[in-house]
Structure formats: structure tokens, C-alpha cells
């Protein structure tokens, strides 16, 4: 039993597209979710934490639907530069437990 | 600006060393982190710790050991090290709080011949 699945991908996609990914979780006791993305052959790095009303931060939206155990993550207007590894993190609980990542799913934007 | 700094960005050992991976942060954070990244695996964690002297084992510690003696730096130990070894290592660190970011440093890229 995996406690966070992504689809691996990769996702091809032109230049302009929008593109979502879906993040499940197991554990429904989970307390706090984000997106990183890890560029090919760099660490990963922080995009955006997911709050259960949804939020935006530009080009980029995450949504968390508790009922169902899924979060998503929404790209519009791809550019090149988003072509990376995006990873879907959990934190289970509160205050001090190692976060549970996702395998990632890989997207790639095509000019 | 935050940083984790990672010791070697590239290393070659060969079977049976003993092989010690070192990770710095600055940010006075009390939590620190080891994984590994492999290819279909994602980043698997291998030990982590809370504060100076405390260790708690992750998913994989077998074969792996670890040294916090400073609130600063964590050290990964491969007491032999193995073919299977071969991998990507990446220290992390944060602050506690489960909303904080955790900040990676640039990852060791370990080869064990």
C-alpha cells in the first residue's frame, strides 16, 4: 500500500497547454500537502503548499479534496521552464514527522 | 538565504570502504534528513534526527548509519559500502513545524564500485 501515488508520467505537453496532475493519499489522518518540483538533476525544491480552500500563486493552482484523499495541480499556460519533476508531499501529521513524498510525475514542455 | 551544502557533489568508492557523507545547514533548524533517490523509487528516507545526539531510523537505514553531534551538521555513515549503495543522496533540513518548507541541499552523487 502506497501512502502517496502519482502518475509518473512523463506528461508531454506544447507550449501554452494546460496541464493538471492528481496526487492521492492513503492516510486520511494527514494533516499538511504540497508541491515540489525537482529539476533534472537538482534537488527539490518548494512550489506550494496545498490549503483545503485552494489557492493560486500565478500560473499555478493546487486543490486538496480531503473526502476523496486527492490533490491536484494545475499548470496553465505551460512554458518551457516548467519542465521538471513534480512531487507530491504529505505530512501526515503535525509538528515533528518526516514528510511522505510521491514518485513524482515528470512533465515536459514542448516549444 | 538558506542554504544546506553537501560535502561532495560527486564520489567513487569502491566495495567495502567506509564512506562518510556530510551535511551542513545554517538556518538553525532542529531537523535533518537523509534520503535517497533512485530511478522509479523516488526519494526513499533513510534516517533522520531532532535535535543534537538523537537519530530516529526511516524506511531504509539497513546498511546506514548516522552522527548528529552538532545542531548544524548531519552526517550519513556507510560503514562498508556496497554495489547496491550506488545512488543519489540528498540531506534536508526544517524547522519542526509540519507546515515548514524543507529546504534539500544539492545531493552526493555516490557510485561504489
Known amino acids: 500500500r502506497k501512502e502517496v501515488e502519482q502518475d509518473p508520467g512523463p506528461f508531454n505537453v506544447p507550449e501554452g497547454a494546460t496541464v493538471a496532475f492528481n496526487c492521492t493519499y492513503s492516510n486520511s489522518a494527514s494533516q499538511s500537502f504540497f508541491w515540489y518540483r525537482q529539476d533534472c538533476r537538482k534537488e527539490p525544491k518548494l512550489l506550494m503548499s496545498v490549503y483545503s480552500s485552494g489557492n493560486e500563486d500565478g500560473r499555478f493552482t493546487a486543490q486538496l479534496n480531503r473526502a476523496s484523499q486527492y490533490i491536484s495541480l494545475l499548470i496553465r499556460d505551460s512554458k518551457l521552464s516548467d519542465s521538471a519533476t513534480y512531487l507530491c508531499v504529505v505530512n501526515i501529521f503535525s509538528g515533528n514527522t518526516p514528510l511522505v513524498f510521491g514518485k513524482g510525475t515528470r512533465l515536459s514542455v514542448i516549444a | 538565504d538558506v542554504k544546506v551544502t553537501q560535502s561532495s557533489r560527486y564520489l567513487v568508492k569502491r566495495t567495502g570502504e567506509k564512506v562518510f557523507l556530510e551535511c551542513v545547514q545554517d538556518?538553525?533548524?532542529?531537523?535533518m534528513f537523509w534520503y535517497r533517490q533512485d530511478p522509479g523509487l523516488g526519494l526513499r528516507l533513510i534516517y533522520f534526527?531532532?535535535?543534537?545526539?538523537?537519530?530516529e531510523k526511516g524506511d531504509i537505514p539497513e546498511g546506514y548509519s548516522v552522527s548528529r553531534e552538532k545542531k548544524e551538521r548531519f552526517s550519513l555513515i556507510l560503514e562498508s559500502a556496497s554495489t547496491n549503495q550506488t545512488s543519489m543522496y540528498l540531506c534536508?533540513?526544517?524547522?519542526?513545524?509540519?507546515?515548514?518548507?524543507?529546504?534539500f541541499g544539492p545531493g552526493t552523487r555516490l557510485t561504489v564500485l
Open positions: 538556518m538553525d533548524h532542529e531537523n
Open positions: 534536508a533540513s526544517t524547522t519542526g513545524a509540519g507546515t515548514d518548507t524543507q529546504y
Open positions: 534526527s531532532y535535535d543534537v545526539k538523537m537519530k
